[in-house]
């Protein structure tokens, strides 16, 4: 990929797994990279092994607990207070299969943190991305989705799973709900003339700590054959970072990607009526005004 000194990137949960081999992989590509995350006790160490392997200097960590959307607010003013411009951010954090618990404003964990946060974080932070990108030379959303979406429903009539609570069922809801989102997103950036695109990406099936609160049988699988079966973070990171610098996708949104190629999301995901719904009773929950 081309150099990228000029661009500045965020990178949220990246400080673990396929996030920090993101933030990772950009830094050493020459960017300025802002890893947004909640773990404080890792960060220095993380910000440091950074700087240090790809002697890229402007790596920084800024505190961002995607489960509060109050503390997403406020990583988002202290990121305007450095007057930065902003090329890339990857929504890339995320909760596994976690039993069942609330985010701080009382969404269910799944789609609280990894739908609803990643919903406020990136429309709060669209005026800077829009006013970044320039012709030939777009910002861009990149949002980690998941394999788990093709088997997830929507149900809006209960998105916080407060009839029944699956944490498979919850995890692929979120995962289904960033699909949805991203594509409507591109289509808001679109119709509103912007430089800026959407995509939606799957980084297949990757050996990272994700998988602490799944079955331990699966959890032995992984430690034994995670060779054989499991991608490697930096394998793992490679589709978001594609679809963060790649010349071929300049001026490209709307696409799921896997393995860097573009593949078909689940039917469903392409529903723009559904698409709307849930951008519309996300604003109201995350607090963003409608402006479909
Ligand atoms: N590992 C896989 O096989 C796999 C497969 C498909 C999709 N994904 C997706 O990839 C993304 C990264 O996962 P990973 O495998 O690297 O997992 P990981 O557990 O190694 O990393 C998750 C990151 O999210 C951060 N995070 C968790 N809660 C947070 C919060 N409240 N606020 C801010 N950050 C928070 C963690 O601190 C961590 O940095 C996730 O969105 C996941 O759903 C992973």
Same mark, same amino acid.
């Given at each position: 990929?081309?150099?990228?000194?000029?661009?500045?990137?965020?990178?949220?949960?990246?400080?673990?797994?396929?996030?920090?081999?993101?933030?990772?992989?950009?830094?050493?590509?020459?960017?300025?990279?802002?890893?947004?995350?909640?773990?404080?006790?890792?960060?220095?160490?993380?910000?440091? +092994?950074?700087?240090?392997?790809?002697?890229?200097?402007?790596?920084? &960590? !800024? =505190?961002?607990?995607?489960?509060?959307?109050?503390?997403?607010?406020?990583?988002?003013?202290?990121?305007?207070?450095?007057?930065?411009?902003?090329?890339?951010?990857? +929504? +890339?954090?995320?909760?596994?299969?976690?039993?069942?618990?609330?985010?701080?404003?009382?969404?269910?964990?799944? &789609?609280?943190?990894? =739908?609803?946060?990643? &919903?406020?974080?990136?429309?709060?932070?669209?005026?800077?991305?829009?006013?970044?990108?320039?012709?030939?030379?777009?910002?861009?959303? %990149?949002?980690?989705?998941?394999?788990?979406?093709?088997?997830?429903?929507?149900?809006?009539?209960?998105?916080?799973?407060?009839?029944?609570?699956?944490?498979?069922?919850? =995890?692929?809801?979120?995962? !289904?709900?960033?699909?949805l989102f991203s594509y409507h997103l591109q289509r808001l950036?679109?119709?509103?003339?912007?430089?800026?695109?959407a995509?939606? %990406?799957?980084?297949?099936?990757?050996?990272?700590?994700?998988?602490?609160?799944?079955?331990?049988?699966?959890?032995?699988?992984?430690?034994?054959?995670?060779?054989? !079966?499991?991608?490697?973070?930096?394998?793992?990171?490679?589709?978001?970072? =594609?679809?963060?610098?790649?010349?071929?996708?300049?001026?490209?949104?709307g696409?799921?990607?896997?393995?860097?190629?573009?593949?078909?999301?689940?039917?469903?995901?392409?529903?723009q009526?559904l698409q709307q719904?849930l951008w519309?009773?996300?604003?109201?929950?995350?607090?963003? !005004?409608?402006?479909t």
């Open positions: 990929f081309p150099p990228q000194p000029d661009r500045v990137a965020i990178v949220t949960g990246g400080t673990d797994g396929i996030g920090y081999a993101t933030a990772k992989r950009l830094a050493r590509l020459g960017m300025h990279v802002i890893i947004a995350g909640n773990n404080e006790s890792k960060a220095e160490d993380v910000v440091s +092994n950074i700087k240090e392997e790809t002697l890229n200097p402007r790596v920084e &960590f !800024l =505190y961002c607990d995607l489960a509060s959307l109050t503390s997403i607010r406020q990583f988002v003013e202290k990121f305007k207070m450095k007057k930065l411009p902003l090329h890339v951010l990857v +929504n +890339n954090a995320g909760v596994m299969m976690v039993p069942e618990r609330k985010t701080q404003d009382g969404f269910e964990e799944h &789609f609280g943190l990894n =739908y609803l946060g990643h &919903f406020l974080l990136t429309n709060l932070l669209l005026d800077t991305l829009r006013a970044s990108g320039s012709p030939g030379r777009s910002a861009r959303v %990149v949002t980690v989705s998941s394999a788990t979406h093709y088997v997830g429903e929507l149900n809006m009539d209960d998105l916080q799973s407060r009839k029944c609570y699956s944490p498979h069922g919850a =995890y692929a809801q979120s995962k !289904l709900a960033l699909v950036l679109a119709a509103g003339g912007s430089h800026v695109t995509n939606v %990406v799957d980084p297949g099936v990757v050996n990272t700590e994700l998988y602490r609160h799944v079955f331990w049988g699966t959890r032995l699988v992984q430690k034994v054959f995670s060779w054989l !079966l499991f991608k490697t973070p930096d394998e793992g990171a490679w589709t978001s970072v =594609y679809a963060a610098v790649t010349p071929e996708l300049e001026g490209v949104g696409r799921y990607l896997y393995n860097e190629k573009e593949t078909t999301s689940l039917k469903v995901t392409y529903n009526k719904q519309a009773t996300s604003c109201q929950m995350a607090g963003v !005004l409608n402006v």
